[in-house]
C-alpha cells in the first residue's frame, strides 16, 4: 500500500489522489485500509514521508562519510535527481515534496511528518558541510538553499520535462557553497 501510494503522491500530489485510487493501484481491500492505516490518507501520507525521509536521509548520511568533497556531494546529489526525474518520464517529483505543495491546515501529522523529514535532511547536509570546513552558520544557511534547489528542481524538470533544472540547481548550490566556504 505504502509503494503504491508514494508513486501516486510522487506523481499526483496529495490533494490529486483519493481513497479510490490508493485502493485500486494497491489492490488492497477496502477494510484492510482503515484496519491497518485508522488515520486514513493523512496516516498514509505521513507514513509515506517518513518512510521516504528515512531513506533518503540514509543516502546523504551514506555520501557524507563516504569523504567524497562538497562539490563532489553536491554533484552526486543532483545526478541523482536529475536521473530520478528522467526515469519517471518527468512525471514525477519528490514524494515529500508533492505531499507538502497539497496539504491542508488541518493535516496535523502530515505536517509534522514533513516537517521533521525536511529537518532531518537538512541536518545531514549541514554536517557534511560543516566537516568540508563551512562554519556551523553558514552550514545551516548552505543546507536550507540545498534542500529548496533540490525540491524546486524537481518540480520545475516535471514542469519543463527535462533535466536542465538539476544541473542549473547543481551549479548554484556549487558556487553557494563556494562563497560560504570562502566565510569559514
Given at each position: 500500500?505504502?509503494a503504491?501510494?508514494?508513486e501516486?503522491?510522487?506523481a ?14 494497491s ?7 482503515y ?29 557524507h ?5 562538497l562539490d ?6 543532483f545526478?541523482?535527481?536529475a ?28 505536517s ?6 525536511f529537518?532531518a ?8 558541510a ?12 548552505f ?8 525540491e524546486g ?5 516535471k514542469?519543463?520535462g ?6 542549473n ?6 558556487a ?9
Amino acid at each position: 500500500m505504502l509503494a503504491a501510494a508514494g508513486e501516486l503522491f510522487r506523481a499526483r500530489g496529495y490533494e490529486g489522489i483519493g481513497i479510490a485510487q490508493l485502493l485500486e493501484k494497491s489492490g488492497a481491500p477496502r477494510g484492510s485500509l482503515y484496519f491497518h492505516f485508522p488515520g486514513g490518507k493523512e496516516q498514509i501520507g505521513a507514513e509515506v514521508v517518513q518512510g521516504f525521509g528515512v531513506r533518503t536521509a540514509g543516502r546523504f548520511r551514506d555520501l557524507h562519510e563516504s569523504g567524497v568533497d562538497l562539490d563532489k556531494f553536491i554533484e552526486i546529489v543532483f545526478k541523482t535527481t536529475a536521473k530520478e526525474s528522467k526515469e519517471c518520464d518527468y512525471q514525477g517529483s519528490c514524494p515529500v515534496a508533492a505531499i507538502a505543495a497539497g496539504f491542508g491546515a488541518e493535516d496535523k501529522m502530515l505536517s509534522a511528518a514533513i516537517r521533521e523529514t525536511f529537518a532531518a535532511w537538512e541536518a545531514v547536509i549541514a554536517e557534511a558541510a560543516a566537516a568540508r570546513g563551512m562554519s556551523a552558520k553558514n552550514a545551516e544557511i548552505f543546507a536550507s538553499a540545498f534542500l529548496t534547489a533540490m525540491e524546486g528542481a524537481f518540480v520545475v524538470s516535471k514542469a519543463q520535462g527535462n533535466t536542465a533544472a538539476h544541473v542549473n540547481a547543481s551549479r548554484a548550490i556549487k558556487a553557494l557553497a563556494a562563497a560560504l566556504l570562502a566565510k569559514a
